[in-house]
Nanobody, 130 residues
Framework: RVQLVESGGGSVQAGGSLRLSCLAS????????MGWFRQAPGKEREGVAV???????SYADSAKDRFTVSQDNAKRFMYLQMDSLKPEDTAMYYC????????????????????????WGQGTQVTVSS
C-alpha cells in the first residue's frame, strides 16, 4: 500500500522560506511522477511542482523562480524548497505520486494523472503572513 507523508509546513512571514518533505513508501514504480499540490480555503486544488523518475521537473507559473522540487537518490523523499514566500502561497500542501501512464502528462499544469491514478498524502499547512 502506498503511503505518502508530508512534513515541514508552518507559519512564516512574507519573504521567508520553508522546505516541505514527502516520505514515500510502499510503491515500486520504475517510472513515476511525484508532485506537490496545494489548496487554499474556498479555492480549487492546483498543481505547484512535479518531478518524474527521469528527474524532469515542471512548475506552475506561480512557483517558477521561487520554488524548487527535488528528490533524494533513493527516491524515497521528495522535497519542495519554497523561497520568497507570499501570503497568497498560504494553503494546505499535498504530496501525490502516480505511475507514469501513456497519454497523461507529468505536469504541474495537468493533474489528470494524479486525479485518476494517484496516491495522496494528508497534507501539511503553510501559512504566510504579510
Amino acid at each position: 500500500r502506498v503511503q505518502l507523508v508530508e512534513s515541514g509546513g508552518g507559519s512564516v512571514q512574507a519573504g521567508g522560506s520553508l522546505r516541505l518533505s514527502c516520505l514515500a513508501s510502499g510503491y515500486s514504480y520504475d517510472y513515476y511522477c511525484m508532485g506537490w499540490f496545494r489548496q487554499a480555503p474556498g479555492k480549487e486544488r492546483e498543481g505547484v511542482a512535479v518531478i518524474d523518475s527521469y528527474g524532469s521537473t515542471s512548475y506552475a507559473d506561480s512557483a517558477k523562480d521561487r520554488f524548487t522540487v527535488s528528490q533524494d537518490n533513493a527516491k524515497r523523499f521528495m522535497y519542495l524548497q519554497m523561497d520568497s514566500l507570499k501570503p497568497e502561497d498560504t494553503a494546505m500542501y499535498y504530496c501525490a505520486a502516480a505511475a507514469l501512464r501513456y497519454g497523461l502528462p507529468c505536469s504541474a499544469q495537468a493533474s489528470d494523472l494524479f486525479t485518476r491514478f494517484g496516491d495522496w498524502g494528508q497534507g501539511t499547512q503553510v501559512t504566510v503572513s504579510s
